[in-house]
């Protein structure tokens, strides 16, 4: 515990504010550098290579070519398609709750 102040160093509060300054500067110096040596080094992070797509993407694709179709149209008519299916769901389900609700008139006492 005694060799503790040798490794870390004095506390702040233990310093002159010479030294706090002085040890601040040398910090800031140190970080600096660092950061532009990061920024400015030649190779960048390592990119990752584009996968061969799979089994299924490769049958989608060439059944889409087949069509004459981009994936972003296939997109956009899927789309469409679940929003039509939603609507016709909702559609379905609201007349059988009209239906569950309109009775034959006779209630059960």
């Not at 989608?60 to 981009?70: H, K, N, R, S, V």
Request: cysteine-free; charged content about 45%; overall charge negative.
């Amino acid at each position: 515990m005694n060799k503790l102040p040798r490794t870390i160093g004095l506390a702040p509060s233990e310093m002159t504010s010479d030294e706090l300054e002085e040890k601040l500067r040398k910090e800031r110096e140190r970080v600096t550098s660092g950061l532009e040596e990061y920024f400015n080094r030649p190779t960048k992070r390592p990119t990752k290579m584009p996968s061969k797509p799979s089994p299924i993407e490769a049958k989608l694709q060439a059944a889409l070519d087949e069509l004459g179709m981009t994936i972003e149209e296939f997109r956009e008519v899927k789309r469409e398609f679940e929003e039509q299916r939603r609507a016709e769901q909702q559609e379905l389900e609201s007349e059988e709750e009209e239906s569950d609700d309109t009775g034959d008139g006779e209630e059960d006492l």
